[in-house]
Structure formats: structure tokens, C-alpha cells
């Protein structure tokens, strides 16, 4: 170990190095004309090697509290705790309007956390002085907790914004908050970008309020330094419960009132001491991130050394590593509304030989087409989604459109990622279609008649309308009724019992969600017979009842020539209802005094059956069955359709 004063006087200071390299120089810096029979008198004032800053008002003013960052000092008066500073070497002080009258103020980056009458004031925030009021690191950050409470606040100093709660012990460094999480684990997120990371660490390891700074992180309980920013393997330390963490290195007092540096920068954590300081002792490091202290020496005088013996911070190759995609989604590849969402997640890769930036920035497109016979159009970059934060966009969609979304990521080391695989998703622009129009028979001869339906759709199908009309016996088809009822329904079937001679007919539509509206579905009709009993009969004719019959009654045209008649009917297709089987005749069926058709109702088993005549105009007259055969022929009803099917 040696020695050696750099000045010489009551103001002089004492520096001892340990295991320091060759090229090592300790330096510090005096911010004010002194003379230069205290310092180093071969330096003009405001070149001095290293000394002290000569308080405000009068030489011999002593400081209590001291804070530096960068070029800025700030001290008190050890007696009326007033509040200076100098930003030009001392040659200059300015009072900053108050004062520090119940704690230590903090200085950190451009943020000075004052604690005056009663009051905590940062960068526009206040709080009772009397609670815990904590200045991270970079002075970004700053924590408020009400005493025994479970989680400190944290809030963000430029925008006076808090930003999330945490249990203590925690440490703020820049806009990162970092917690053991678990045993073995410390973990940092950034409330800036949101971006975690994890350092595994030993596991009974905490981390103190101000216990990291730039790449280090000096834990308690364990003794362990470890590289928040990685590589670097971790360094084994204890320090003092009051000592300060700068960038790069601790600084402590020692026994006999001097000040210890460690370099942490350096695997061997070299050391050196300064010194002697006051006591108690008033120690601070640039709250900027240089490599600089601040504290009162035994005369309470404020003196700044530049540790310009520092190892570098240790070289990384830089992050060369594009974010890579882990999630993303459209949500479903049809929509039920106008409304679209694209959400994704990126990572940016973790290597010991190229340590990730994180997460900086996100670029979003767009590629559409209007509906699905038309080609997609060009890739759009809409201005508002370039450098996005967010991880998430939304858009509204005319219906029928289909849109398809790419995005890509940059990190803060510049590094930008390929435009992701397409996710799309389109607003329903189609119809719901008919998959099933069902009802019955054309000739209801059983009751009652169900008039059933189903649609499908891309989503699904909200409402359907039904219309119908009817035609009395006799009469034409009227026009289509509209029953409010069936008006945007949810029902898929109508049932009801059919009237006899009354033809009846269906038309549904359906819609979806988004409206879009089908065409109307076909024309499907239902006719409920006449019965033999209402026509009239002429000739060799019985009127007999049957367990096979349509309302349980038959009529047998026993002779050639008998016949059934009714006047005045309407259609443009005759059915015959009769009883078939062995020994049955045939007959002739005419309709306003044209014949139509023949039927035979011999079979080889006795049954009802509903014959179907040819297709004709639409006529209105008389019709008439005439038996053509000796043989009996047994006739159960007949039916006029108005149209066909």
C-alpha cells in the first residue's frame, strides 16, 4: 500500500491506494477559487487538482448535506439548513428559495427531493415529509409510502404519474424497478416500456432502496454484486450498511474517518481511500452517473474527487438481435361487427454474447380487399401506427371487408425484426343461405302441417322473416301476408292444422348480426284435400267409410260412367286421393271440361295413395271424376294446387 496527500494544509486530502494498476490517478476537482496554499499551488484556481468548494456567503460557512450530480452541486448551511448551489465550479452560488429543515435532501440526475416545513416537494409532486419519500436512481423515479404501510407508491417524476405500487424493499434505478421476486431471482421491470428482466442471483439475497445503479446491483444478505445488464460474472462484497452506490463503484467510511472506493468494474475490486471526512459523515455520489463523489470534509467544507481510476465499464458486443414475435392475434377470422382487433408480443432475445436493449418501438400495416372475389390491395402503413408503444390496434371495417394485419418490432439498440406472417380478419359481408325448407307433403292428408327452416352463416344468424298467403277452395292464390310476429324472429318452424281445400304457401329470409340480408327463400306450399263427401255424385255411386280414408269416408263409383263432380275449383295441378288395391278400376279426371288424366287404382295391396296429375295452366271450372272401368273405384278426396310445388 502507499500514500500520498495531494495538498497540503487542514484542506489537504489523504489518498491511499490499494492494488491499483499503473496507469491508475486519482483526481478530484475543486469547484471554487481557494487559496492556493490549501490545494496545489501550481494550479490557478479554476484548475485545481483537487480540494474544496468554498460554501456560500463567507469562506468559513460550514455545510451539513451535500449532492452532486454532473456539474451541479448542492449543499445546506449546517445552521439554517438554506438550500445552495453551483453549477460552475463554485464560482457562483445560487440560493434555490428554501430549505432542508427535517431530512437529508436527494439529488439524482436533473430531480432534487427537498423535505421542507413538513412538506417532501420533486419535480412538482409533494408529500408529508413525515412518510418515507425515496429518489431513485437517475431521479426518473421516486417512491411514497405512509408509515407501516404494505406497498410504497411509485411515481414518475416528469409526468407526475404513478405508475404502480410495490412492497419494499425494492430498488429504483433509472425507470426500472427491480424486487427479489423470489428466492434466487431479481427481476426488473421497466415501467417506461414494460419490458421484464430476470438476473438469478443466491437465493438468500434482497435488494436494498438504492442498491442499484447503471449495471450493478449490490444486494444485501448474501454479499453478492451482480451485472444487471449482463455478462459479467458476480463480484463477492460486504459493505457498510450507509454506504453509497455510484456507477461503477461504493463508496464507505472507514474506522478511522476515511473514505473507501471499490471499483466494481474491476474483477479484483480494487480499492482506494480519500480522506479524512467530517463526522458525522455527509457522503454522496454524482447522481448523474460519472464516476465523481461529493462529502464534507472535518472543517464541513464540500469537496468533489473524480474517480478517474476506474476500470471501464465492461465492453458487451452490442445487441445484434432483432425482437422475435411470440404471440399475435385478429381474433376470429370472421366478425360479427365492423370493429376490429390486432393484438401481439414480442421478445427481444437474451444471449451472454449479445445482451438484449429490450422492446423499444412497434410498426403496424394494413392489407385489404372489399369483399372476397376482389383482390387485396396494396400494403398500407398508416402514419399513427408507425413507432407504436402499445402492443395492440384497432380498427373500424366496412362490412364485407377483409383485413390483414402484419406488424414488426425494433429494439432500443436499432434492430428491427421482418414483417410478421399475415393475421386476418373479415367483417361478415355474406348472406346467411338456406340449408333446409321443409313441409311436408304437398297434399297434407294427416294433421298437423309443420313448416320448418334452417340457415347457416359465416357468424351466426340473428332474426328471419316469414310471409305466407292462401287461396281459399275455388279462388287463386292472394297476396303475401306480412304477420308482425314473424318479423325478425328467432322461431325456425310454424305448425298449424290445415284447413280442408285451402292451399297454403311459405317464403323465409334470414339476417345476421351485421344485417346482412338473404334472398327469399322458395315458394313451398301445403294443401289440405277436399273430402269425397264434398262433391256430388252421379250414377251407380256409394258413399262408405274406411280406416284407411282421409276423414274417414270413401265414395266407390261402382259402373262405368258414375261420377263425382264440384263446381268452381281453382288450380293449376289436380291430386286424387283414393284407395288402391286388387280389384280396383280406373278413372278419368277432367277440370273445366278438359280431361287431365287417367288414373288406375288397381294394385296389389289395399293402401291411400295421392296421385299427382300432370301440370296444367291455371284453370278455374268444374271438375269431375268419371269411372271408365266396370270394376269399382274407390275415391277418398282430391286437391287443387294453386301452383306447383
Given at each position: 500500500m502507499s500514500t500520498g496527500a495531494l495538498g497540503s494544509g487542514a484542506e489537504g486530502v489523504l489518498v491511499v491506494r490499494l492494488r491499483v494498476k499503473a496507469a491508475a490517478v486519482a483526481c478530484a476537482i475543486a469547484l471554487v477559487p481557494v487559496l492556493a496554499s490549501q490545494v496545489m499551488a501550481a494550479d490557478p484556481p479554476e484548475h485545481l487538482g483537487?480540494?474544496?468548494?468554498?460554501?456560500?456567503?463567507?469562506p468559513t460557512a460550514q455545510v451539513g448535506d451535500v449532492g452532486l450530480s454532473g456539474a451541479r452541486v448542492v449543499t445546506t448551511d449546517r445552521t439554517e439548513q438554506t438550500l445552495w448551489e453551483t453549477s460552475n465550479n463554485g464560482a457562483t452560488w445560487t440560493a434555490t428559495g428554501g430549505t432542508n429543515d427535517t431530512k437529508p435532501f436527494q439529488l439524482e440526475g436533473t430531480s432534487l427531493l427537498t423535505f421542507q416545513a413538513g412538506t417532501a416537494k420533486v419535480g412538482g409532486l409533494t408529500f408529508p415529509a413525515a412518510d418515507e419519500v425515496i429518489?431513485?436512481?437517475?431521479?426518473?423515479?421516486?417512491?411514497?409510502?405512509?408509515?407501516?404501510?404494505?406497498?410504497?407508491?411509485?411515481?414518475?417524476?416528469?409526468?407526475?404519474?404513478?405508475?404502480?405500487?410495490?412492497?419494499?424493499?425494492?430498488?429504483?434505478?433509472?425507470?426500472?424497478?427491480?424486487?427479489?421476486?423470489d428466492p434466487g431471482q431479481l427481476t426488473g421491470k421497466d415501467l417506461a416500456t414494460g419490458t421484464v428482466k430476470t438476473v438469478l442471483v443466491a437465493s438468500n439475497c434482497a435488494v436494498g432502496r438504492d442498491r442499484v445503479n447503471g449495471r450493478w446491483a449490490l444486494l444485501n444478505g448474501c454479499g453478492q454484486v451482480v451485472d444487471v445488464k449482463g455478462p459479467q460474472a458476480p463480484r463477492n462484497l460486504t459493505v457498510a450498511a450507509d454506504s453509497e452506490l455510484g456507477n461503477g463503484f461504493t463508496v464507505q467510511t472507514t474506522t478511522d474517518q476515511n473514505?473507501?472506493?471499490?471499483?466494481?468494474?474491476?474483477?479484483?475490486?480494487?480499492?482506494?481511500?480519500y480522506g479524512p471526512v467530517r463526522q458525522p459523515a455527509a457522503i454522496r455520489a454524482d447522481g448523474s452517473g460519472l464516476a465523481k463523489i461529493v462529502y464534507a470534509d472535518p472543517d464541513s467544507?464540500?469537496?468533489?474527487?473524480?474517480?478517474?481510476?476506474?476500470?471501464a465499464d465492461p465492453q458487451q458486443r452490442p445487441d445484434t438481435v432483432a425482437p422475435v414475435l411470440t404471440s399475435a392475434s385478429a381474433g376470429d377470422r370472421i366478425r360479427d361487427n365492423t370493429s376490429l382487433s390486432f393484438e401481439w408480443a414480442y421478445t427481444d432475445p437474451q444471449d451472454p454474447n449479445s445482451p438484449a436493449t429490450g422492446v423499444d418501438l412497434y410498426d403496424l400495416?394494413?392489407?385489404?380487399?372489399?369483399?372476397?372475389?376482389?383482390?387485396?390491395?396494396?400494403?398500407?402503413?398508416?402514419?399513427?401506427?408507425?413507432?407504436?408503444?402499445?402492443?395492440?390496434?384497432?380498427?373500424?371495417?366496412?362490412?364485407?371487408?377483409?383485413?390483414?394485419?402484419?406488424?414488426?418490432?425494433r429494439d432500443y439498440a436499432g434492430n428491427v425484426s421482418a414483417w410478421s406472417t399475415s393475421y386476418c380478419s373479415e367483417v361478415d359481408g355474406t348472406a346467411p343461405t338456406l340449408q333446409t325448407l321443409r313441409i311436408g307433403d304437398r297434399v297434407a292428408v294427416t294433421a298437423p302441417v309443420t313448416f320448418r327452416w334452417a340457415y347457416k352463416d359465416d357468424t351466426d344468424v340473428e332474426s328471419y322473416d316469414v310471409v305466407y298467403k292462401i287461396a281459399a277452395p275455388g279462388v287463386a292464390l292472394g297476396k303475401w301476408i306480412y304477420p308482425p310476429i314473424w318479423q325478425n324472429t328467432k322461431i325456425t318452424s310454424i305448425t298449424w292444422t290445415p284447413r280442408l281445400g285451402?292451399?297454403?304457401c311459405f317464403l323465409v329470409r334470414s339476417r345476421d348480426y351485421l344485417g346482412n340480408l338473404s334472398a327469399w327463400s322458395p315458394q313451398i306450399c301445403a294443401v289440405a284435400p277436399q273430402d269425397d263427401r264434398a262433391l256430388t255424385s252421379a250414377g251407380s255411386v256409394t258413399r262408405s267409410t274406411?280406416?284407411?280414408?282421409?276423414?274417414?269416408?270413401?265414395?266407390?263409383?261402382?259402373?262405368?260412367?258414375?261420377?263425382?263432380?264440384?263446381?268452381?275449383?281453382?288450380?293449376?295441378?289436380i291430386a286424387l286421393v283414393a284407395i288402391h288395391g286388387p280389384g280396383q278400376g280406373r278413372v278419368d279426371i277432367y277440370h273445366a271440361n278438359i280431361k287431365i288424366g287417367t288414373v288406375s287404382l288397381a294394385a296389389t295391396t289395399t293402401?291411400?295413395?295421392?296421385?299427382?296429375?300432370p301440370i296444367t295452366p291455371f284453370r278455374t271450372g268444374a271438375v269431375k271424376i268419371v269411372s271408365t272401368s266396370t270394376a269399382p273405384a274407390t275415391i277418398d278426396g282430391i286437391a287443387f294446387l294453386r301452383v306447383n310445388p
Open positions: 483537487e480540494g474544496v468548494l468554498v460554501t456560500p456567503r463567507t429518489l431513485g436512481k437517475g431521479g426518473k423515479l421516486v417512491s411514497h409510502r405512509t408509515p407501516n404501510a404494505a406497498t410504497a407508491e411509485v411515481y414518475d417524476v416528469a409526468t407526475k404519474t404513478k405508475l404502480a405500487d410495490y412492497a419494499p424493499p425494492f430498488a429504483m434505478s433509472d425507470s426500472t424497478v427491480w424486487k427479489v421476486t473514505l473507501l472506493v471499490t471499483d466494481l468494474n474491476d474483477p479484483d475490486l480494487g480499492q482506494r481511500t467544507k464540500a469537496r468533489v474527487i473524480t474517480l478517474s481510476w476506474l476500470t400495416r394494413i392489407q385489404q380487399r372489399p369483399n372476397r372475389t376482389s383482390p387485396y390491395g396494396a400494403w398500407n402503413q398508416v402514419p399513427s401506427w408507425q413507432g407504436l408503444k402499445t402492443t395492440g390496434a384497432s380498427y373500424t371495417a366496412a362490412i364485407g371487408t377483409d383485413t390483414c394485419w402484419q406488424v414488426r418490432a285451402w292451399d297454403e274406411s280406416t284407411l280414408a282421409f276423414q274417414g269416408t270413401t265414395s266407390i263409383l261402382k259402373a262405368n260412367g258414375a261420377y263425382l263432380t264440384k263446381t268452381a275449383e281453382a288450380g293449376a295441378r293402401a291411400r295413395k295421392v296421385t299427382y296429375l
